[in-house]
């Protein structure tokens, strides 16, 4: 197997297992078509790439280059990003408890948009604006009362979370206002982040409807807003099961019913703004593993499932354990013709449910040694990695036109030494 035009036997020479490699050329090519799905249909757009994901200053460089921009909920984050040389403008700052150091360095920073959460977060920015003397620029995160994941969307009663201000109960239309009457406040418009790992374009186009109506509302009582932002949680395929959508579709349609909708509602159309994670980096990323222990199992229907141990685990790939995601895995390091094995890829930690492809096809002569290949981890593994059971978390390796860079380097056993003043 090769990927970016190096053999990633030779890249595992370099670097051990278990490793990360990103695709540069994949990583930018799906910015790119992002910005250009989005310019292409004649509206003031922007994109922003929620950082969350995954965030080394070498990823949101690549993405500054095909002009996407940051959004981040923490100061690591956003220290990231602005080490990357990201400017102030470019950040849009969001998270449902910003403290207030995190706030005030975002204020220092100059960065660009605040999406506030709560009443006590508008009091909150609003007084370390003034007292920095300046005015911060804000959106209103609003829950529309959509939730949708994967396949399914549900359009009621989703208030019921930790995320943003409420359109049904009136508290989203409480909060502009407030924020309209604070001086070091400036409301640019409005947020809302549906969910992720999305299929089903209906929620999308519910969550529009209802944010521009609310638009709507905001500009009989006097308020206008210049922006709305849809959040990302477009769905990626981690294996042959899934059916991502048409991003070009998707940004038409999208732009399509703001459109009409404000037309209704008389309003101008505000600049659309979204925040895909998964569906910038997700692709690009391959995790390699060496296996080592296999052990068979026959079940009690007389099938024999294979447990296949790599060197990693739920440290490097929480995913599986924590939402039952599907990853499509390959033997990386030769090409075999032996019959194909039930397994279950599993890790080295010292829990049953560290498991990191529940079910998948191997071949019968796997042996310790060989190199595993798990696609699409570049969203929420690394940036989800754990020292669990004392593992260093691995590094991530760029690769691009058969050249090898690294993003971040592998930890080791010193780095987690060094924290212990003890030891
Ligand atoms: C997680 C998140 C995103 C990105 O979600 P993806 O599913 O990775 O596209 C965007 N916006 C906000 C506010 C988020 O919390």
Not at 297 to 323: C, H, K, P, Q, W
Request: glycine share 10%.
């Amino acid at each position: 197997m090769a990927i970016g035009g190096m053999a990633v036997t030779d890249v595992v020479r370099e670097s051990g297992t278990p490793v990360m490699m990103l695709d540069e050329s994949h990583v930018r090519a799906a910015a790119r078509s992002y910005t250009d799905a989005y310019a292409a249909t004649g509206a003031d757009t922007a994109v922003y790439y929620a950082g969350k994901a995954f965030l080394a200053t070498t990823v949101a460089k690549w993405l500054q280059a095909e002009g996407v921009r940051i959004d981040v909920c923490t100061r690591g984050e956003l220290e990231i990003a602005v080490r990357a040389g990201i400017p102030g403008a470019d950040i849009l700052f969001h998270g449902n408890n910003k403290s207030e150091s995190e706030i005030a360095r975002a204020l220092e920073l100059g960065v660009g948009r605040f999406v506030l959460d709560s009443f006590q977060e508008i009091a909150r920015v609003a007084a370390l604006a003034a007292d920095a003397g300046v005015t911060a620029q804000c959106l209103i995160r609003v829950t529309v009362g959509v939730e949708a994941h994967t396949h399914e969307f549900i359009a009621t009663a989703h208030e019921d979370q930790k995320f943003g201000l409420a359109l049904s109960d009136g508290s989203a239309r409480e909060a502009v206002h407030r924020v309209s009457t604070l001086p070091s406040l400036e409301l640019l418009g409005l947020h809302s982040h549906i969910g992720s790992q999305i299929f089903d374009p209906a929620g999308f186009e519910v969550a529009a409807r209802r944010l521009v109506g609310f638009a709507g509302e905001l500009a009989v009582d006097g308020i206008e807003v210049t922006e709305l932002n849809l959040g990302g949680g477009m769905g990626i395929a981690y294996t042959s099961a899934d059916d991502p959508l048409d991003l070009f579709r998707m940004a038409d349609a999208i732009v399509e019913i703001v459109r009409k909708e404000c037309e209704a509602a008389d309003i101008p159309v505000p600049r659309i703004a979204v925040e895909p994670g998964r569906a910038i980096i997700g692709p690009a990323g391959v995790t390699l593993y060496t296996v080592g222990t296999i052990k068979p199992v026959e079940l009690d229907n007389g099938i024999v499932r294979t447990f296949v141990s790599i060197d990693g685990g739920m440290s490097d790939n929480i995913r599986t354990a924590l939402y039952d995601a599907e990853y499509t895995v390959t033997v990386a390091n030769r090409v075999s013709d032996a019959e194909a094995m039930l397994c279950r890829v599993v890790g080295k930690h010292c829990e049953s449910g560290d498991i990191v492809v529940r079910d998948c096809w191997l071949p019968a002569d796997l042996a310790p040694g060989d190199l595993l290949a798990v696609a699409a981890t570049g969203a929420y593994c690394r940036s989800m990695a754990s020292n669990y059971n004392q593992l260093p978390r691995p590094g991530v390796m760029a690769v691009a036109d058969g050249r090898l860079s690294t993003v971040l380097r592998a930890e080791t056993l010193d780095d987690l030494l060094a924290l212990d003043p003890g030891a």
